[in-house]
């Protein structure tokens, strides 16, 4: 079973940074894809960036030219570089991987248990 643990979240000012780290682990035959989500009080869940097996890179519009998303193959791992946050951007990450257990495998999506990020005064 692939099992995605998440760290790096916590309580910042206005204007610092943070850097999330998501890391995979169990049977993976294959990542498809990686990317980094976030869900705030009485909204619903939203893309913030995701990172693709090319290595090219998407980030919601709220979050260009502030968020930086990267990954380590070597260790299947996953950053979100949150850089000049906002009070809107607090919410509670979560990472998912877009994978294969095996190569007979559908894909499938699996998440992290989500780590809270709050940005206030």
């Known amino acids: 079973q692939v099992q995605l643990v998440e760290s790096g979240g916590g309580l910042v000012q206005p204007g610092g940074s943070l850097r999330l780290s998501c890391a995979a682990s169990?049977?993976?035959?294959?990542?498809?894809?990686m990317g980094w989500y976030r869900q705030a009080p009485g909204n619903q869940r939203e893309l913030v960036a995701v990172?693709?097996?090319?290595?090219?890179?998407d980030y919601a519009d709220s979050v260009k030219g502030r968020f930086t998303i990267s990954r380590d193959n070597a260790k299947n791992t996953v950053y979100l570089q949150m850089n000049s946050l906002k009070p809107e951007d607090t919410a509670v990450y979560y990472c998912?991987?877009?994978?294969?257990?095996?190569?007979?495998?559908?894909?499938?999506?699996?998440w992290g248990q989500g780590t809270q990020v709050t940005v206030s005064s």
């Open positions: 998912k991987v877009d994978g294969q257990i095996r190569y007979w495998s559908a894909k499938s999506d699996y």
């Open positions: 169990g049977t993976i035959f294959r990542i498809h894809g």
């Open positions: 990172v693709t097996n090319g290595g090219m890179t």
